[in-house]
């Protein structure tokens, strides 16, 4: 049997990146993580850096999936007592379980964070003894031999003690979140970058969207520091090759998401991180409609600020934990700010995770209904973890959401006769599909005449997806998938079915007849023919997703009957 990547067990890459720098890759092949950002399953690695000149620095030690095979790996390569700072980008609880790990063998260590990071790690270090040294930004950090590390704070709503190094001596610049890729391979530099470009989009879009407006004030301080040769992020490879155009794409990406109409602010606590990630998948869904997310971390905001947020936009969303059967003192803060600054014609939700009970959501809930808003969907309750089926079920909520705002938004106006050129684009005809696809225990379903035969060796066809569209998501690079073809004249119940709007979460194969193809996709029985593809590629075009599949195999159910064709008359629509 073929050894595949996902099979492969976890592991450390150890390799000399720079003079007196050492890159430690811990390695996953598979889903690290029940989080949206891990969702294309390609692996991810948690990059660690090590500096070894008359002083030895330590950079983001991973989280527990890797502790231990971290740890043994380091302690083959150096005396591990010896290390003088360990720099964090940022603090969570995954990762403190390696920091308790570090200070058993090296009580020593020195904690180089921001001020944010460093009230976080004195909270999760509980009655531990730890030494601090907070860097603000006008500090720098000598290690001897010419390596001077420069500080700049980069927060952002999800990780507000964010903290980028600079190394005078290499010209690095170690970027923690920023520029990072969920993708697991054994290239460390990103030669043949071009590769990477959906990665990193991806993790763009799930990561950094929400939080445009203070990514585009990291970047502007990113700017200023002195020439930069490579960036050293916490995940994927480093970036090298295609430095210049993904900074110029992150700036590019974070102003398109200021400039829309529409703005939800979206506010939230987070004891765990579970609330967190149900609020970064309903921003994934926003986002995806075209909607601009203002994120505010409540624990952080200062009222004036979240005032200033919320009086602008079109709609809310609240998450919050609970803790002690109550939500936390900056969440009921926050919720006295909305009812006294947001008007009651704004969209109002509310999601959270609970461990034992869910107080804090029923408190939102009831007071924001008391006060005459109106919900755009039923309460989140997720006790503990999210699964897969939560995350993709809050992200099509998310749509769901910006499409009703939107709507609301648009100013009814008589429709005016098609140009010549809408006349002539709407001539093109496609022929009527249902794309379908299983992947796990997620499933989707969609209605599909932008389709097209692109290549005879190997077969191949491409297929134009909305980018709202709820089975964009399953369809990155290697998904799965089938299109089943429709016949003239028998179409309209397969047609009809899947027109019509589906709640998130909700079954698209309730009451059709399917049987699982090859691929483990559904296969429409009353289809006249199916194929089994496989994404190859996927190109970005306007409000759409040109997606480029090859063919594996196939069948055709009735030879008789013709392809059901769909004639427009106009481009502007389907």
């Not at 407006?213 to 020439?227: G, I």
């Not at 939800?264 to 998948?281: C, D, E, K, M, R």
């Not at 028998?490 to 009451?511: I, N, Q, S, T, Y």
Request: glycine residues 8%.
């Amino acid at each position: 049997m073929t050894t595949t990547a996902i099979e492969r067990p976890r592991d450390v890459q150890v390799l000399p990146i720079a003079e007196n720098t050492t890159i430690v890759r811990s390695r996953s092949w598979g889903r690290l993580r029940f989080e949206i950002e891990y969702a294309l399953q390609r692996g991810t690695t948690a990059n660690s850096y090590l500096i070894r000149s008359n002083k030895t620095a330590l950079f983001d030690p991973p989280g527990e999936s890797f502790t231990e095979i971290f740890l043994e790996a380091l302690q083959q390569r150096i005396d591990v007592t010896k290390i003088d700072f360990v720099v964090i980008g940022h603090v969570n609880p995954n990762r403190v379980v390696t920091l308790k790990a570090l200070l058993d063998i090296a009580p020593q260590i020195t904690f180089v964070c921001s001020n944010p990071g460093a009230i976080a790690l004195r909270s999760f270090m509980e009655d531990r003894k730890v030494k601090i040294k907070v860097m603000r930004g006008e500090e720098t950090l000598n290690l001897g031999n010419g390596h001077r590390l420069l500080f700049t704070p980069t927060p952002t709503p999800r990780w507000p003690d964010g903290l980028a190094t600079y190394d005078t001596k290499t010209q690095i610049l170690y970027t923690d979140k920023f520029f990072g890729a969920h993708v697991c391979g054994d290239q460390v530099f990103d030669e043949g970058w071009s590769v990477y470009a959906n990665d990193r989009r991806y993790y763009f879009d799930c990561l950094m969207a929400p939080h445009a407006r203070q990514v585009e004030t990291a970047l502007d301080k990113l700017a200023s520091l002195p020439p930069v040769k490579f960036y050293a992020p916490g995940h994927g490879p480093i970036v090298r090759d295609g430095m210049k155009e993904l900074t110029d794409s992150y700036r590019q990406w974070s102003q398109e998401q200021k400039g829309k109409d529409v703005t939800v602010a979206l506010l939230f606590a987070s004891a765990y991180g579970n609330t967190a990630t149900i609020g970064q998948a309903i921003a994934r869904g926003l986002t995806k409609a075209g909607v601009q997310v203002e994120s505010i971390n409540c624990e952080v905001a200062a009222p004036e600020d979240i005032q200033a947020v919320v009086e602008k936009c079109s709609g809310f969303i609240i998450g919050s934990p609970t803790l002690g059967g109550h939500a936390p003192t900056q969440i009921q803060t926050a919720l006295g700010i909305v009812l006294s600054s947001v008007p009651k014609t704004a969209l109002a939700g509310v999601f959270g995770s609970f461990g034992w009970s869910g107080e804090a959501i029923d408190l939102l809930e009831s007071k924001l209904r008391n006060a005459g808003y109106q919900f755009g969907f039923d309460p989140i309750r997720v006790k503990f973890k999210p699964t897969d089926v939560t995350l993709k079920t809050c992200e099509e909520i998310g749509t769901d959401f910006a499409q009703t705002l939107k709507k609301a938004k648009k100013v009814r106006t008589p429709r005016q006769p098609a140009s010549n050129v809408e006349q002539a684009t709407g001539r093109i005809v496609g022929s009527l599909c249902v794309l379908t696809t299983k992947q796990g225990d997620l499933s989707s379903a969609m209605l599909a005449s932008w389709v097209s035969q692109a290549t005879f060796s190997p077969p191949g066809l491409t297929v134009a997806v909305a980018k709202e569209r709820a089975i964009e998501s399953l369809l990155h690079h290697e998904r799965p998938f089938v299109l089943n073809v429709l016949g003239e004249g028998k179409h309209l119940g397969l047609m009809k079915h899947f027109l019509k709007p589906f709640k998130p979460g909700e079954d698209r194969f309730e009451g059709v007849n399917v049987e699982e193809s090859e691929n483990g996709s559904p296969i429409l029985k009353d289809a006249i023919a199916y194929l089994d593809c496989t994404v190859k590629n996927r190109m970005e075009c306007g409000d759409h997703w040109l997606v480029y599949a090859t063919v594996d195999s196939g069948n055709v159910f009735d030879p008789d009957t013709k392809t059901a064709v769909h004639h427009r008359k106009s481009g502007t629509n389907y």
